[in-house]
């Protein structure tokens, strides 16, 4: 067995993550988006956008359903 000069479980700045130096990222927690609540004047505006959308996207689709039928057979 060989008498090492260091330890094998050295803590110090040579090894990362322990505290003792200032190479450490503090990493912050998000923030969560807030849900919308159902009884508020917001989620009525909300839910209006919401429906806008829906009806716009269907109509879209509808027309490109439709672009290539003439209506005649």
Known sequence: VV???APTNVTGT???GTGD???VVVVKKKKKKGIYD???KEYRNHR???EA???KRETL???RENKGF???T
């Open 3 to 5: 008498d090492e000069e």
């Open 14 to 16: 040579a090894v990362a």
């Open 21 to 23: 130096d200032s190479s």
């Open 38 to 40: 159902g009884r508020t």
């Open 48 to 50: 209006n956008r919401l």
């Open 53 to 55: 959308s829906r009806e």
């Open 61 to 63: 689709k509808l027309k």
């Open 70 to 72: 003439t209506g005649k």
